[in-house]
T-cell receptor, first 115, second 112 residues
Framework: DGGITQSPKYLFRKEGQNVTLSCEQN?????MYWYRQDPGQGLRLIYY???????QKGDIAEGYSVSREKKESFPLTVTSAQKNPTAFYLC??????????????FGQGTRLTVV | QKEVEQDPGPLSVPEGAIVSLNCTYS??????FMWYRQYSRKGPELLMY????GNKEDGRFTAQVDKSSKYISLFIRDSQPSDSATYLC???FGGGGNKLTFGTGTQLKVEL
């Protein structure tokens, strides 16, 4: 089955720790994205990548880091510098860059809680 | 002012009603418009995708785009309890790999 897989589904982090959220896609999409969702605020873009080995900051990149070493994978690290990391994190991908085909498909999300 | 405005609801309707969900936006450069449905604690799933102005129908769902008014709508006919979810509008300038700008989502409840 083609799709986007996020893991883990639930993640608990102690204050001061870095954690990494996994996102893998087998849709052969060039572009991948990380969003954060908080109640009443919709989806906010953290980072996005249009091709391997390249990525750009979104609207709320502070306290986060990403890598894009493989087309299929776009892991997100939530660092200790992120002051309010408790949220629902969503990974998405969309088809080939440079075309008009822009639909984005989402994974099932990771709920991160700081304890 | 947010780029995309969407009434958060909640919107409660009886089963069988026609539901109208709307978003307004401020940037006239947006060309591609999407509606996503999100069930609680799940990722959003793409419902409708339209380019520029006009209507698109898919089963019980109709998406409308009015670029002159910067206004998009999603209509759900014969609404069912299984339609109860949060509906998110999203839009982008165009070109593959373009980042999406989302509305905050409207929570819909269809009651028996």
């Amino acid at each position: 089955d083609g799709g986007i897989t996020q893991s883990p589904k639930y993640l608990f982090r102690k204050e001061g720790q870095n954690v990494t959220l996994s996102c893998e896609q087998n849709l052969n999409h060039d572009a991948m994205y990380w969003y954060r969702q908080d109640p009443g605020q919709g989806l906010r873009l953290i980072y996005y990548s249009q091709i391997v080995n390249d990525f750009q900051k979104g609207d709320i990149a502070e306290g986060y880091s990403v890598s894009r070493e493989k087309k299929e994978s776009f892991p997100l690290t939530v660092t200790s510098a992120q002051k309010n990391p408790t949220a629902f994190y969503l990974c998405a991908s969309s088809p080939v860059a440079g075309t008009a085909n822009t639909e984005a498909f989402f994974g099932q999300g990771t709920r991160l809680t700081v304890v | 002012q947010k780029e995309v405005e969407q009434d958060p609801g909640p919107l409660s309707v009886p089963e069988g009603a026609i539901v109208s969900l709307n978003c307004t936006y401020s940037n006239s450069a947006f060309q591609y418009f999407m509606w996503y449905r999100q069930y609680s604690r799940k990722g959003p799933e793409l419902l409708m995708y339209t380019y520029s102005s006009g209507n698109k129908e898919d089963g019980r769902f109709t998406a409308q785009v009015d670029k002159s008014s910067k206004y998009i709508s999603l209509f759900i006919r014969d609404s069912q309890p299984s339609d109860s979810a949060t509906y998110l509008c999203a839009m982008t300038f165009g070109g593959g790999g373009n980042k999406l700008t989302f509305g905050t989502g409207t929570q819909l409840k269809v009651e028996l």
